[in-house]
């Protein structure tokens, strides 16, 4: 397993744009899948979408598209996940999340999460 | 509102057994046994418990097992304990459009 390490907490205004990332520690995430979950306060899990750690590939979610973006940083393994045009309502804890290979349909180690916070 | 349906909560005291199931449609819990099962506790991230519907990673006790009947996936925990209290949340492969979906958590307390 990979231990992911991700960014400290943010706080955005509306309309902001934040750019969390998510490290992993010791060795390289190369040929991984690592996705993106978040959880508003006190709410469940929302599956955002996935980077493919060797070619950089993205699927996002449909409801994510078009103001999510992510991306990485091979020579540090790192990946990012970049959100748009922030609401409110965008305020969650951030996880990224490794899937080890197309088919391997579960999750696992996650991150520590982000709290992204979105408040005038 | 999430694609999968949860009970909010269950409870049982040490030693019993409890059942949370997980409902969806042919489209995600029915059609292929890619079910996971996440346990959070408090201030911490998921954490993986159940994998293609009844597998156990590495370290997880076998107090801990999976099925599924159709379109609904149970997650049973047997000889409760105190450290089984948190948050679990089931969550399945929907095919190629929506991918991922996710229960809304069930609460289990250990009375």
């Known amino acids: 397993q990979v231990p992911l390490v991700q960014s400290g907490a943010d706080v955005k205004k509306p309309g902001a744009s934040v750019k969390v990332s998510c490290k992993a520690s010791?060795?390289?995430?190369?040929?991984?899948?690592l996705h993106w979950v978040r959880q508003a306060p006190g709410q469940g899990l929302e599956w955002m979408g996935w980077?493919?750690?060797?070619?950089?590939?993205?699927t996002y979610a449909h409801k994510f598209q078009g103001r999510v973006t992510m991306s990485r940083d091979t020579s540090i393994s790192a990946v990012y996940m970049e959100l748009s045009g922030l609401r409110s309502d965008d305020t969650a804890i951030y996880y990224c999340?490794?899937?080890?290979?197309?088919?391997?349909?579960?999750?696992?180690?996650w991150g520590q999460g982000t709290l992204v916070t979105v408040s005038s | 509102q999430s694609a999968l349906t949860q009970p909010r909560s269950v409870s049982g005291s040490p030693g019993q057994s409890v059942t949370i199931s997980c409902t969806g449609t042919s489209s995600d819990v029915g059609d292929r046994d890619y079910v996971s099962w996440y346990q959070q506790h408090p201030g911490n991230a998921p954490k993986l418990i159940i994998y293609?519907?009844?597998k156990r990673p590495s370290g997880v006790p076998d107090r801990f097992s999976g099925s599924k009947s159709g379109n609904t996936a149970s997650l049973t925990i047997s000889g409760l304990r105190a450290e089984d209290e948190a948050e679990y949340y089931c969550c399945s492969y929907a095919g190629s459009y929506i991918f991922y979906v996710f229960g809304p958590g069930t609460k289990v307390t250990v009375l």
């Open positions: 010791g060795n390289s995430f190369s040929g991984y899948y």
């Open positions: 293609d519907v009844f």
């Open positions: 980077i493919t750690t060797n070619t950089g590939a993205t």
């Open positions: 999340a490794t899937m080890k290979q197309l088919g391997f349909h579960w999750f696992d180690p």
